[in-house]
């Protein structure tokens, strides 16, 4: 995963998982995943060319994390609380990532992945804000056999 990095210090980032890399830039180890999501502010670069790392604002773990797996954020998705902690993403963040990473979301997916137990509500949320978001029935057998109906939301396009 080569791509280009034009982060630098002061930007805002999402943190991604880089954990399936072979090449990642110091070492991802166990305790990074827990920040997966998180966002924070870069404040220092090191390294050179596609191999760079940085560190993050406090209460990011203190790790070093390769630039290739940061995400730049809008300015207007990190609202501080009062007392200037980032906030932890949303549970409508968490179901927009994992609907474009894995294609549509189940209210058991959503339970089981994301903790998210009224899936229909922050998808009715979702709507209200503009995001278009489709729905499908979708049939699967339950523990005796039989077919049963569930909901299945996924994106229809980008937010208006």
Known sequence: ?????????????RILDGSKEDNYY???VDGMSDFVGMVGTITEIFGSGTRRGCFLSKGCGGYNYDLRYLQ???????????SGVDHKPTQNTRILDYMQEFGGITQLEALRDLGV????????????????????TVPVKNRWGET???????LGGDKE
Do not use: F, H, Q, T
């Not at 995963?1 to 980032?13: A, F």
């Not at 137990?117 to 499908?136: F, P, Q, T, V, W």
């Not at 049963?148 to 996924?154: G, H, Q, V």
């Open 148 to 154: 049963c109906y569930i909901k299945k939301y996924k």
């Open 117 to 136: 137990m009224r899936l229909a509500s922050r998808i009715s949320d979702m709507r209200r804000l503009g995001y278009d978001i489709e729905s499908e």
């Open 72 to 82: 730049k954020v809008e300015e207007k998705v990190e609202e501080k609380a009062e």
């Open 1 to 13: 995963m080569e791509k280009k990095v034009e982060l630098k210090v002061g930007d805002k980032v």
């Open 26 to 28: 110091g070492e991802w």
